[in-house]
């Protein structure tokens, strides 16, 4: 299953940028989807997740307020708007789709996303 991410670029302290990611319906629709980054020389990190209705959002405490999550499922995409961007948000971002239906379902665990994306590459100059 391919995911499209795009809307990375390079851009300065402070600027916004909105990253999006395409998938198929099949694999979209009811799915809880999430935004992972990989910074250089790092592992790869949770940056937000979305519930398959929308209603429930998760995000790691280095963005909580700087970065929302959202998703339309008319366009089977999901959206990461990120503000206020800083140079240690500079990684390869990475959305993900999971196919898990479950209580228990951990945001931040890369192991509950059965399809990612290719990565779009967001650098923050200071």
């Known amino acids: 299953v391919q995911l499209q991410a795009f809307g990375g670029g390079l851009v300065q302290a402070g600027d916004s940028l909105r990253l999006s990611c395409a998938a198929p319906e099949r694999t979209f629709r009811s799915n809880a989807a999430a935004w992972f980054r990989q910074p250089p020389g790092k592992a790869r990190q949770f940056v937000a997740g979305?519930?398959?209705?929308?209603?429930?959002?998760s995000y790691a405490d280095s963005v909580r307020g700087r970065f929302t999550i959202s998703r339309d499922d008319t366009k089977n995409t999901v959206y990461l708007q990120m503000n206020s961007l800083k140079p240690e948000d500079t990684a390869i971002y990475y959305c993900a789709i999971s196919t898990i239906s479950t209580v228990y379902f951990d945001y931040s665990s890369q192991g509950m996303y059965t399809y990612w994306g290719q990565g779009t590459q967001v650098t923050v100059s200071s």
């Open positions: 979305i519930s398959g209705s929308g209603g429930m959002t």
